[in-house]
T-cell receptor, first 114, second 109 residues
């Protein structure tokens, strides 16, 4: 595997379900990100893990819970979601302190909440 | 507040040139990025500007004016595969990326 991988690619879940999204980066980066992408809206940064420090967006509801067990893996745990949470969830990684440290994105998980 | 503005949609002809503009108002500036995103795929990095001027990379060029809070992405010799959304993002004083909503570029034969 190369780059940034995400599983599953598609997920349909009911509002009472609990599920987790997984992201893995094979680039040796030291920062990982979760984004939410809704149609015709800017990417919304949800969570950042950088140099093992978690940076959180205060507007993210508690029904989203991130976990970063090491620098290569990132999870997003989901529970009691709402239909408006349906979106594309993108994971990204970067190398902090590199000259530009652009972010490399995974293919995303298309989430539908019914 | 912080804001990135870019046109929602643009149409151009195969073989032509198109310029996608981006204006920004952010708390601090630590670089501007352009990404390309094909439908159903991940955004991929195109360019990075931190100093004023033009950065050229093959058929794609990106320009930055920090005093005007303005950038553009210039695509030359358009190909059908260039049909995609183009995302502008600015890194603010906290080194977080602030994203525009993207410009959907439609290429017609």
């Amino acid at each position: 595997e190369t780059g940034v991988t995400q599983t599953p690619r598609h997920l349909v879940m009911g509002m009472t379900n609990k599920k987790s999204l997984k992201c893995e980066q094979h680039l040796g980066h030291n920062a990982m990100y979760w984004y939410k992408q809704s149609a015709k809206k800017p990417l919304e940064l949800m969570f950042v893990y950088s140099l093992e420090e978690r940076v959180e967006n205060n507007s993210v509801p508690s029904r989203f819970s991130p976990e970063c067990p090491n620098s290569s893996h990132l999870f997003l745990h989901l529970h009691t979601l709402q239909p408006e949470d349906s979106a594309l969830y993108l994971c990204a990684s970067s190398q902090v302190a590199a000259s530009s440290y652009e972010q490399y994105f995974g293919p995303g998980t298309r989430l539908t909440v019914t | 507040g912080q804001n990135i503005d870019q046109p929602t949609e643009m149409t151009a002809t195969e073989g032509a040139i198109v310029q996608i503009n981006c204006t920004y108002q952010t708390s601090g500036f630590n670089g501007l990025f352009w990404y390309q995103q094909h439908a159903g795929e991940a955004p991929t990095f195109l360019s990075y500007n931190v100093l004023d001027g033009l950065e050229e990379k093959g058929r794609f060029s990106s320009f930055l004016s920090r005093s005007k809070g303005y950038s553009y992405l210039l695509l030359k010799e358009l190909q059908m595969k260039d049909s995609a959304s183009y995302l502008c993002a600015v890194r603010d004083s906290n080194y977080q990326l602030i994203w525009g909503a993207g410009t959907k570029l439609i290429i017609k034969p």
